[in-house]
């Protein structure tokens, strides 16, 4: 189900959320209710009508009766009047600007009025010209940090995220599958290696030759195509409907499978270093098979790992193929057996309505257990510093760990750990004492302010506690909206192995963080990893294919991850650190 309907009320309410934040703090409280309703209604797990037929909108968590009577508005009449009005009281067009560093309501607020600029394009030439730089306030550097992120955002604008990607990719695919015609299928180029952001969505397809121009309709049907930008006998090109980014098809015959799959899975590197080891051997590799030079013979060309055996190479993993000594690792036979989604044992970051979770510690508890094979997962929810998120303070964290251990109870086992995501101040310290933090079952440590300086010995006063045994999103970048802070990687990955803490590849789509450089890097110094979802909704938990996906692109081994493991051997490492003399830790 696509669930229209809630995508459309999300957006609405958002667009509400945003409208109240740039008309300032005086409304900072119908802008935070909105921003919930918006978060609420896209994590829903039916659609919106469900809730309404059987009159049950105000039993929803974080839908209050004047968000459900709006909800029944729309329901209704396909508008919500307030939303209609709201948007004549402010500059709209410039709204979704407040997601860019740099341009805060405040910020936009002044432009708009002290210049009358009501467009996006408006305000980059202004920054341009020079007349924001005129205005009090907006000097060199402020208007440095602007430009910069809108180079940022950039990003987001002409590729898109990878989780966004493989949604629309896999839609294609099951509207391509479901035709008896269509032999083989696969997402192919950087979408296959699961590249952090995505370009076009490409597909590859396999048919017997009579039924392309079948296949070629479908594809180019308005269905899923908005706009035909080409179309062939074996090559498309369209604008989705949907998502309106641009996807290309590719058909080849049955017994070309393997060489094309290999030729369109890229990348361009890890294809010429082949071809050229390819021709060294007295053969010619193409989209088309592997060929002997000498007669033109093609000897195959059906499945990849014919290819890659032909060739003299172990089959190298899609994720791998950056040609980054993959190639030579498989000469000699030693691909690893990178991390599978079925190896993770349980979720170490989540979020509740102790925070700013949207659900309860039982329904994520109810959740995961109808669907995840998990032996454990971690409640980590925020401390007092993070308000924003509404960090928990000392009060409320015992709350929470009653109720972890009545579930628990309930359960007849331990399947619930109790853990916290506490702040790591500017000074390192902290948001909670150590006393506190000995008495939970797992420590995660985060930045969540001062993105503007170095925080690399933020980061390692944290590791250095006794009590943290992980340090989550470790460069706080947010995809298109935030660069990483500055961080002395080396320094945090050395200290990181000696005092026995654990790195977190964040699986949230906007975060990847470690990215897989990061995460290769920090294994091959010793490090272990931990894959976590940071789930706010239910819906999060599906991520963790996310964070697999950036761990088999940092060649990560089940090994090389923590969670992969029961909770015995996550406590015989916490005790490792438990060893340790910090005091001598200069």
């Not at 919106?48 to 105000?58: A, G, P, R, T």
């Not at 908005?226 to 006998?233: N, R, S, W, Y």
């Not at 979020?351 to 510690?361: A, N, R, T």
Request: charged share 30%; with cysteine.
């Amino acid at each position: 189900m696509s669930f229209e309907k809630n995508k459309k009320l999300a957006r609405i309410f958002y667009e509400m959320s945003t409208i109240y934040k740039y008309k300032g703090a005086a409304e900072r409280f119908r802008f935070l209710a909105y921003q919930k309703a918006s978060k609420v209604i896209s994590a829903l797990p039916k659609d919106i009508l469900f809730y309404s037929k059987n009159h049950s909108l105000n039993e929803i968590n974080g839908i209050g009766e004047g968000i459900a009577e709006k909800i029944e508005e729309y329901i209704t009449s396909g508008r919500i009047m307030k939303f209609e009005r709201l948007k004549k009281d402010v500059p709209y067009e410039l709204l979704d600007m407040m997601e860019i560093t740099g341009f805060g309501p405040q910020s936009l607020n002044r432009i708009h009025e002290e210049l009358n600029i009501k467009t996006k394009e408006k305000v980059i030439a202004a920054l341009q010209n020079g007349e924001i730089a005129k205005l009090k306030g907006f000097g060199e550097t402020k208007v440095k940090k602007m430009l910069q992120g809108l180079k940022i955002h950039k990003t987001v604008e002409d590729r898109i995220l990878l989780w966004d990607a493989l949604e629309i990719g896999e839609k294609i695919l099951l509207r391509l599958k479901e035709m008896p015609e269509v032999k083989n299928i696969e997402l192919a180029g950087s979408l296959r290696r699961r590249k952090e952001t995505i370009g076009d969505i490409d597909i590859l397809v396999s048919c017997d030759e009579k039924f392309r121009k079948k296949i070629m309709k479908t594809f180019t049907d308005p269905f899923l195509a908005k706009q035909i930008l080409a179309k062939g006998d074996t090559k498309a090109s369209i604008i989705l409907n949907e998502s309106e980014r641009q996807a290309d098809l590719r058909i080849v015959n049955e017994d070309e499978w393997g060489s094309a799959l290999v030729y369109f899975t890229g990348s361009k590197e890890h294809n010429i270093h082949l071809r050229t080891i390819a021709k060294e051997k007295g053969y010619k590799i193409s989209e088309y098979g592997v060929f002997k030079i000498e007669n033109k013979k093609r000897i195959v060309s059906k499945t990849e790992e014919e290819i890659y055996s032909t060739l003299g190479f172990q089959f190298i993993p899609p994720e791998m193929r950056e040609d980054k000594g993959e190639i030579e690792l498989s000469k000699k036979n030693k691909i690893p057996e990178l991390i599978q989604l079925k190896d993770i044992a349980g979720d170490m970051q989540m979020h509740s309505l102790y925070s700013d979770g949207l659900s309860s510690i039982a329904d994520i508890v109810q959740h995961i257990k109808k669907n995840y094979q998990y032996d454990y997962i971690v409640i980590t929810d925020h401390s007092k510093s993070s308000r924003i998120a509404n960090g928990m303070d000392e009060k409320e964290l015992f709350k929470q760990l009653k109720e972890i251990d009545f579930i628990n109870k309930k359960l007849g086992k331990i399947f619930v750990r109790s853990g916290i995501e506490v702040d790591i101040l500017a000074d390192g310290k902290l948001d909670f004492s150590d006393e506190l933090l000995a008495r939970l079952d797992r420590v995660t440590a985060a930045i969540h302010s001062n993105f503007n300086i170095d925080n690399t010995d933020r980061i390692i006063s944290a590791c250095e506690n006794p009590y943290v045994n992980c340090i989550a999103h470790p460069t706080g970048r947010l995809i298109g909206k935030r660069e990483p802070y500055k961080i002395d990687i080396e320094r945090i990955v050395e200290t990181a192995k000696f005092t026995k803490t654990s790195l977190e590849i964040n699986a949230q789509p906007d975060r990847m963080d470690l990215n897989d450089a990061f995460a290769k890097f920090a294994i091959d110094t010793g490090v272990k990893l931990v894959i976590n979802t940071d789930s706010h909704s239910l819906k999060d938990f599906n991520y963790m294919k996310l964070g697999v996906d950036i761990a088999r692109r940092a060649w990560c081994t089940k090994d090389n991850i923590l969670n992969t493991k029961p909770w015995t051997e996550i406590e015989k490492f916490k005790s490792s650190k438990a060893k340790i003399s910090f005091n001598v830790i200069s």
